[in-house]
């Protein structure tokens, strides 16, 4: 089943596709720049808590956010 | 001359490229925006001479980042641009070789990182990639040295196919393509590397990985440089310097003013390296056999963790506890940096993206983060009374560094943003890049520190000679001795602090202070006001009036702290 969360609520080791972002346009553009867009696959790779940053792979890349960017990333997840 | 820039995402290894290049190394680490001032030197190409510069790295040229300010500027003047692609993260990196074409710049791409990409199963067809971009593109390791010469022979090639501004999403479309007929990725199983660097920043083994990774380096650090002290520096000045001092000093009128510039007061007779303050005894003894032990073994700890690739990770453990101070978790990247010495620390906030984080940072950094200089001199000093005297004052620094900074994210207006950082991943540094990194930072700590502590204690012989430091003295007396509860004469060290934090400490030492006393005198010390080298920087780097606020902040807080610990202690 296809489910969209939250990026904060993805298992670690699980992959999605992102579906929209939320936020300011200064935040999406460092986003974009780093290659996490619309429609690119994600996976995360860490978590420290519940509520600490995230850690993904995009690409060839790993990127850490904050965890309220994190929150206002939508993925879509299989589950 | 012609310009020519090295322009790239950040951690693509342009540094490493750029000492290929010109001969001239720079400081270059595994982790992005190492190089937030630009470097310039000269290369040849063929018979020309040109001047290369090494550009901050940059994700976008659509400038609002402070380093990608730099960037949009100096495209402006640049001739010619090196772009440096990472060839393990291909589409990330066309898109800013997309978007510098379209600048109208010509251009020549140096596809870096080769032999990680080969071993990670990444393989590009480089003819078919510079047929699509319209550009030269050369296979390089900049690490190595692989492929520099073939891309100095082919700079003269350097073209731009004049493309046009495309709109964002029309390059991302772009990127994709080209990646897609040029790349194919061969699934291989993760390496020890990657499973160790992922395992750093999960849940369960991230925290214990991290302690063991402080406490380790903390260790290291702290072994190695008693050891140089005890083993080779000491017995060397004592062995080879001495005698020449105690026949020099013979030689000399013992009441005269030449012997105490020179050697200093003689205590029982005998030269004290250390309490003696003269500029050939305790002039070259602070600096070389005190303070440079501990500042190589900390840089080579550094370096390591650097080049390894562990400190964004550390960055990521200690977001959440970064924020409560206002900054977010790469902050921990200057303060250990600041451990060092506290100019490139305030210098590498540049990171940092909004004008309160960088204010928050560079405070804490210039109160509670005291330099390998200093560091060394407590130790020295106070180790010798018992280690739970130096835990004393470290502890109250690390509470000072936190509290302050939550303080001020509080009064503060501003944003201050969240993390956004790429996380570079695992490397085996080598043992060559490592050694020229610490000959580099020794040869820094060479030139600035001796001449500065040897024209400060020179300085500060002179002026007890002319008596100056009394009145300085009689004047502070209510607040040293009162507050501080310290002879009143302590306030010349913490003066001279301005100076250098070092032979501060090392005034302190001919006091006579009681061990509790030498704990706020060298708290206080660290904290009170930057030494002369931090302070340029600080006001270079925030303006006057942030300068002035984060000065307020710090004479504050050390007075706070100062009258605390002399009514606890």
Known sequence: MVERIPLTDMKVREAGKVVEIFGGREVQRRLRALGVRPRVKVTKVGAVSSRGPVVIQVGGTQISLGFGISYRIVVEVNR | ?569
């Not at chain 2, 510039?261 to 070259?284: A, H, K, N, P, W």
């Not at chain 2, 003295?473 to 009162?482: H, K, S």
Request: proline residues 5%.
């Open chain 2, 1 to 569: 001359m012609r310009k020519i820039l090295l322009v790239g995402n950040p951690n693509v290894g342009k540094s490493a490229i750029f000492s290929r290049l010109t001969g001239i190394h720079v400081v270059a680490s595994n982790y992005p925006g190492t190089t937030v001032e630009f470097t310039q030197g000269t290369m040849r190409i063929g018979q020309e001479t040109a001047i290369l510069i090494d550009v901050p790295g940059t994700y976008d040229l659509d400038a609002t980042l402070n380093a990608e300010k730099i960037v949009a500027d100096m495209l402006e003047q640049g001739d010619m641009a090196i772009n440096v692609v990472d060839a393990t993260n291909l589409e990330r990196n066309l898109h800013l070789t997309l978007h510098l074409i379209e600048k109208n710049i010509p251009t020549i791409v140096a596809l870096n990182v080769w032999d990680d990409a080969k071993h990670k199963g990444i393989s590009i067809n480089v003819q078919k990639l510079e047929n699509m971009l319209g550009v030269p593109v050369v296979p390089t390791v900049g690490v190595t040295g692989e492929g520099i010469v073939d891309l100095v022979a082919r700079m003269p090639e350097a073209v731009n196919p004049s493309v046009g501004e495309r709109a964002e999403e029309e390059r991302w479309t772009e990127v994709g393509r080209i990646a897609d007929a040029v790349q194919s990725l061969e699934h291989r199983h993760p390496t020890l590397l990657e499973t160790l660097g992922d395992a750093s920043v999960k849940p369960l083994t991230g925290m214990p990985i991290a302690i063991l990774v402080v406490l380790g380096a903390f260790t290291i650090v702290r072994l190695v440089g008693e050891g140089l002290i005890g083993h080779v520096f000491e017995p060397l000045f004592d062995w080879l310097w001495r005698p020449l001092m105690m026949q020099l000093s013979a030689s000399l009128h013992p009441e005269s003013f030449l012997h105490a510039m020179v050697i200093g007061r003689l205590i029982d007779g005998q030269i004290d390296f250390v309490q003696s303050f003269g500029v050939l005894t305790t002039g070259l003894f602070v600096p070389i056999t005190m303070v440079l032990p501990y500042v190589l073994s900390f840089y080579a700890v550094l370096g390591f963790l650097e080049d390894f690739g562990y400190l964004p990770r550390l960055a990521v453990l200690l977001d959440n506890t970064l924020h409560r101070m206002g900054i977010h978790g790469w902050a921990i990247i200057p303060t250990l940096l600041g451990l060092g010495c506290n100019v490139p620390g305030i210098l590498a906030t540049r990171i940092l993206e909004s004008r309160k984080e960088r204010l928050i940072a560079a405070t804490v950094i210039s109160v509670g983060v005291p330099c390998a200089a200093l560091q060394a001199m407590i130790l020295g000093m106070l180790g010798k009374r018992g280690a739970g005297y130096v835990g004393i004052v470290y502890l109250t620094l690390f509470v000072v560094w936190f509290v302050l900074g939550s303080i001020l994210n509080r009064i503060l207006k501003g944003e201050s943003p969240e993390l956004i950082m790429e996380v570079p991943p695992y490397r085996l540094p080598g043992m060559i890049a490592l050694t020229k990194k610490l000959w580099m930072r020794m040869v820094g700590f060479f030139k600035e520190a001796v001449p500065i502590v040897l024209l400060g204690i020179l300085g500060v012989n002179f002026l007890y000679f002319l008596k100056v430091f009394d009145v300085l003295a009689e004047f502070t007396a209510p607040v040293v001795t009162t507050l501080f509860g310290l002879p009143k004469e302590a306030v010349v060290a913490i003066a001279i602090g301005f100076l250098r934090k070092d032979v501060a400490a090392g005034m302190l030492a001919t006091l006579d202070l009681t061990s509790e006393q030498l704990v706020v005198a060298a708290t206080v010390l660290a904290m009170f006001f930057p030494c002369v080298a931090t302070f340029a920087v600080l006001w270079k780097e925030l303006g006057t009036a942030d300068t002035l606020k984060s000065i307020v902040a710090m004479v504050a807080s050390s007075l706070v702290v100062g009258g605390v610990l002399n009514a606890i202690l």
